[in-house]
């Protein structure tokens, strides 16, 4: 309670803190605080409508944090895709990929400590995104193209109310452009380092006075900026295996991008009253796998945990006992002899000589790539009712997804990894927007549908074979929703707010995870895999002397079906799972001038549960499938939104206290990564963006996030994490600075000169915190310039992002049974060159 008192108490401060500069213009202009966006000829800072609370809005008359982007802000700093918007945002941290995805199309977002970092299917994220009101179920392919937008909201805190499940760290909305109704368009061409050439283009196409068009494409390519090089004295290049991977690429440079995108919507007015827009969009991409570096290696056989390493070099030293040899090493691909490197063996030890000096080099040669496909539409049917707005936003989506990654960094198949993922989802919502009682009552009234369905299967092979997974999980999930949000003026002045939203959802899942090799047969002495042999493993456990002792029925393979399956076995229709839940939100609001507002909320979000799906030993008969419960969010907020000195400044600071309750975590069990509802904790702090615009010709921004995120209590079953860890992705603090300059040149044109520097303090990468993964502070600036012509017909920019060429790592896994620590490392200062032509 004393925690929760002094949290109020600055809360308090920071509120009198912003409202007294709210009434201090000349204070506040001297000092440099954040961003909203882009300022109008009249020399005041523009307006961004949002519909954060679905309905079109004043960003600063909407009583949440939002960090808002037009698309004239994210083009004049050169942001293309989704996770760029993270050195912008306080509070927010987003990254192309996760821990083994081997793919930069995955999405790792986290708001105010809350989100998720991982891809699997069975897991949902934290922070939801939407793209023109339809929600992007998976990760994978969530680190959307930024293509033909009119803006991007990022909400922080729980929306549960009116943006529904999986947004109890915020959503990020993403609205497309709407034809225009004048023929016209622009083309762009963007060439840099590391052979990048990227392309862009619009058009809008009146078709009648009723109906209108616009089509847009884009493509990126580049080379990559990790190389691939070969290990000294080795030979042969690679060494051959025949394990099952999806896919057969092995390039010579990763981290590059070879990807195309288009997009179209139709608007259609068919009355004065009713409205139809019809869009779609598709994204093909083939890139050359992320770069990744290994840290460090694990076949220490002193050591309990590093359980593949030294059993691949054993089996590659002949020191391990003979049955050992016999039943498990036969699967070790032979290699080259390296010229006396390995006196005793034919093939390469695996170790650290595998750690290269440059982290932009690596000895990989093995199946490196990221092939999406992600495709869909919607429909979206709005009526004018006079007193009230019906609204129906019809989705479908589907994405087909395969990626692989060589994760030991050498010529060996120590650890790869490769997956292949189908999904598709149908959604339906409909809204009633309107006001009642002299519109002293607004209000949003609505229900929702969602379908999805899908499979991800996984193949992973461990050093040598010796473990190898084929995972097969099947998921389907339905869920139903209504919601409604009131808010009622009791005066110009005050009002209050009140939001609820009541979820029920089911899910199903059948799990065929197996282990081809039957490691787990061979550890207990059954060299030949039958079914004879699974009999005897399970009533009478090891079959060799010198394990008796491991009791029967620890490693019993459950289906006689499938043999080497390690998952339970599903009954007819799949293991279910349902949920239900009630996401409430309650508000005041006081307009303590027209310009200025003070806000306070309660508001409570939810997380689906699930179940765990990448086991690699054997669940004994009858076992069921593991299942994790929701996590649940319960925030706090207070704030103040105001706009002075002309509107020439604006001033934005809130407040949180968040209770995060049966938080999903993955934890690294042997060489399981497990999910588990590993606790609660308490996140608190505070955001504060500033814009202003002095002159005509200046406009600059500022920004700064606190959070203190905090374990209060933890599962007495979960392993690697304390009260004193921090919660991943979640920096303590976080400073953006974004000024941008406009220089006239009388008759021939203009340039506009733009930076944005962005501090971060350290944090983790993963849940166990490892401090090999750990992120320090950095400071990560960029900058470019652009030249406009006179008739605002073409222009030419040129930009460096990363300029002081800082490097840390945006994620990584400490896979210590499978040998190996590696991550993949931010990228590195690259130069570009822009011409766009507008027509």
């Not at 206290?657 to 938080?663: A, L, M, P």
């Amino acid at each position: 309670m004393r925690d929760l008192r002094n949290t109020r108490n600055l809360f308090a401060a920071l509120l009198c803190g912003a409202s007294a500069l709210a009434f201090a213009p000349e204070a506040a202009l001297a000092a440099d605080e954040p961003q909203a966006q882009e300022a109008q000829d009249s020399g005041g800072i523009g307006e961004i409508i949002v519909t954060a609370q679905k309905r079109a809005e004043n960003v600063q008359d909407v009583p949440i944090s939002i960090t808002a982007f037009t698309a004239d802000a994210l083009q004049a700093r050169g942001i293309s895709d989704v996770t760029a918007m993270g050195n912008l945002a306080p509070n927010v941290t987003l990254d192309a990929g996760t821990p083994f995805s081997g793919s930069s199309s995955v999405l790792s977002a986290f708001i105010r400590g809350i989100g998720q970092n991982d891809f699997a299917f069975n897991l949902d994220p934290g922070v939801g995104v939407y793209l023109d009101g339809v929600y992007l179920a998976r990760s994978v392919g969530a680190n959307q193209d930024l293509l033909d937008i009119e803006r991007v909201e990022i909400l922080k805190g729980p929306q549960g109310d009116l943006f529904g499940r999986n947004t109890i760290g915020g959503a990020i909305s993403i609205v497309t452009r709407r034809p225009a109704k004048e023929f016209g368009g622009r083309l762009e061409v963007t060439a840099g380092r590391f052979g990048r050439i990227d392309t862009k283009g619009t058009v809008n196409v009146p078709i009648s006075n009723k109906l209108f068009s616009a089509f847009s494409f884009s493509t990126k390519k580049n080379d990559g900026y990790q190389r691939q090089i070969a290990f000294p004295g080795f030979a042969s290049g690679v060494i051959a295996d025949n394990f099952n991977y999806f896919g057969n690429k092995r390039p010579d440079r990763f981290g590059g991008e070879d990807q195309y995108s288009i997009r179209g919507k139709l608007l259609w007015e068919a009355t004065p009253d009713v409205t139809v827009t019809l869009a779609g969009d598709y994204l093909h991409q083939d890139n050359n796998g992320v770069a990744s570096t290994v840290i460090k290696t694990h076949t220490n056989p002193a050591d309990p945990s590093n359980v593949f390493g030294p059993l691949y070099n054993g089996c590659i030293a002949g020191a391990l006992p003979p049955f050992a040899m016999a039943g498990i090493c036969n699967n070790i691909v032979q290699g080259t002899n390296l010229g006396g490197l390995v006196a005793t063996s034919p093939t390469l030890f695996y170790g650290d000589q595998f750690l290269t000096r440059d982290i932009d080099d690596s000895y990989a040669t093995g199946n490196n790539f990221s092939r999406l496909r992600s495709y869909g539409g919607s429909l979206t049917f709005e009526w004018d009712l006079g007193a009230a707005q019906l609204k129906s936003v019809t989705g479908y989506r589907e994405l087909h997804w395969q990626s692989a990654q060589d994760e030991d960094g050498s010529p060996l198949p120590i650890l790869q990894t490769s997956f292949d993922m189908n999904q598709k989802q149908f959604s339906e919502e409909l809204q009633l927007t309107g006001a009642a009682m002299d519109d002293k009552l607004t209000y949003v009234l609505g229900a929702y549908y969602f379908d999805e369905s899908g499979n991800l299967h996984d193949l992973v092979t461990f050093p040598g074979g010796l473990l190898q997974i084929d995972g097969q999980n099947y998921l389907g999930t339905k869920n139903y929703a209504g919601y409604a949000h009131l808010n009622y003026k009791f005066n110009d002045q005050f009002s209050i707010t009140l939001g609820g939203r009541y979820t029920h959802e089911k899910k199903t899942f059948t799990g065929l995870q197996s282990d081809p090799n039957g490691i787990f047969y061979k550890l207990n002495g059954y060299y030949t895999v039958d079914e004879a042999a699974r009999q005897s493993l399970c009533n009478n456990g090891a079959a060799v002397p010198s394990l008796q002792g491991i009791p029967p029925g620890l490693f019993c393979y459950p289906s006689g079906t499938n043999i080497t399956q390690v998952y339970p076995v599903a009954p007819a229709g799949g293991f279910k799972q349902s949920f239900n839940n009630f996401s409430p939100k309650i508000g005041l609001e006081l307009k303590v001038t027209p310009d200025v507002m003070i806000y306070a909320s309660f508001a409570k979000g939810y997380k689906t549960g699930g179940w765990t799906t990448r086991l690699t030993t054997p669940q004994p008969v009858g076992t069921p499938a593991p299942t994790f419960g929701p996590e649940k969010a319960t925030t706090w907020e207070m704030g103040v939104k105001s706009e002075f000195a002309d509107r020439k400044a604006q001033l934005n600071v809130s407040g949180f206290y968040t209770k995060y309750k049966g938080i999903q975590l993955n934890f690294q069990i042997g060489t399981s990564p497990t999910l588990q509802n590993a606790g609660e904790a308490e996140i608190y702090g505070f955001e504060a963006e500033f814009q202003a615009r002095p002159v005509a010709d200046l406009t600059f921004s500022a920004g700064i996030g606190y959070t203190h995120a905090k374990y209060t209590s933890l599962s007495p079953f979960v392993t690697g994490v304390t009260l004193n860890s921090r919660l991943p992705k979640t920096p303590e603090w976080k400073l953006t600075f974004n000024p941008q300059y406009r220089i006239g040149l009388g008759d021939h044109g203009d340039l506009m000169v733009s930076a944005d520097y962005t501090h971060t303090s350290s944090l983790f990468n993963d849940t166990e915190n490892t401090l090999l993964l750990k992120r320090p502070a950095t400071d990560v600036a960029n900058a470019s310039i652009t030249y406009r012509a006179p008739d605002k017909n073409w222009e030419l920019a040129a930009g460096v992002t990363n300029l002081t060429d800082e490097r840390y790592l945006t994620t990584g896994q400490n896979q210590v049974a499978g040998g190996v620590t590696y991550g993949t490392y931010s990228r590195p200062r690259e130069w570009s060159v822009t011409g766009r032509v507008n027509f």
